[in-house]
């Protein structure tokens, strides 16, 4: 992970918690209003997705650029697995062997755009109850929409495009969501099977005096 990223990711801590504060009161009120008291499951299911939110658009579009930043060669990349062919271009440049693959720049990238959604893929399982298939669309269109803010320098508001479209991050974001989904549907069905076993207790013998009145 860069320095930058860290910053990013240092950032966006910063921003969940200035935007759980706006939050949280209104949601205490409405709790209070509604049950007498506090939930804290939806406080924290709030907190979560809330973070989540704010880590993913930091590391997305943070840092923003500034006067000297270099503006990227490469603004769009649309061939499907190319993150593979950079890992062998890597390997060359750096005079690596091939076993060193998982070690480069390239493949933990990628593996950061997969991690990235697992969340997203957890949220859509076991809080909005979206089956495989819908988690697939969240997934790809919530990935999409970021490439295409990346790809618009934010919508016009950036000075210029400084992020990359990059299919295989649709691709590696998607596969996150999925994987999530999964995580997902086996905690819920650990938490379930838990929740079924009964503790049944063997039936107690009662001594029954046939001469005592009753």
């Known amino acids: 992970m860069t320095n930058a990223q860290v910053t990013a990711l240092q950032d966006g801590f910063t921003g969940f918690l200035a935007l759980w504060v706006v939050v949280l009161v209104p949601q205490l009120i409405t709790q209070f209003a509604r ?8 406080i924290l299911t709030t ?15 943070l840092p923003l650029p500034g006067p000297g930043t270099r503006r990227p060669a490469q603004t769009v990349q649309l061939h499907p697995f190319q993150w593979i062919t950079d890992i062998h271009t890597e390997l060359l440049k750096h005079g690596e062997p091939l076993s060193r693959w998982f070690m480069t720049q390239t493949f933990q990238q990628a ?3 997969v991690l990235l959604f697992v969340p997203l893929g957890v ?5 909005w109850r979206r089956g495989l298939t819908g988690t697939v ?3 790809f269109a919530t ?4 490439e295409i803010t990346q790809v618009t320098a934010n919508f016009g508001t950036a000075p210029y495009v400084y992020r990359i479209f990059d299919v295989d991050d649709l691709v590696n974001n998607t596969l996150g969501a999925v994987t999530g989904w999964v995580f997902g549907a086996l905690l819920l069905t650990l938490v379930r099977g838990k ?3 009964v503790d049944v207790q063997p039936a107690r013998r009662e001594r029954v005096d046939l001469a005592q009145p009753r």
Do not use: D, K, W
């Not at 949220?123 to 809080?127: D, H, N, S």
């Open 35 to 42: 049950y007498g008291g506090l939930r804290a499951r939806g």
């Open 137 to 139: 669309l969240i997934g």
């Open 123 to 127: 949220f859509a399982r076991i809080l």
């Open 111 to 113: 593996c950061l755009n």
């Open 47 to 61: 907190a979560a997705v809330l973070l989540y939110g704010c880590m993913t658009l930091a590391v997305v579009l």
């Open 195 to 197: 929740r079924s076993t």
């Open 143 to 146: 990935s999409l929409l970021i």
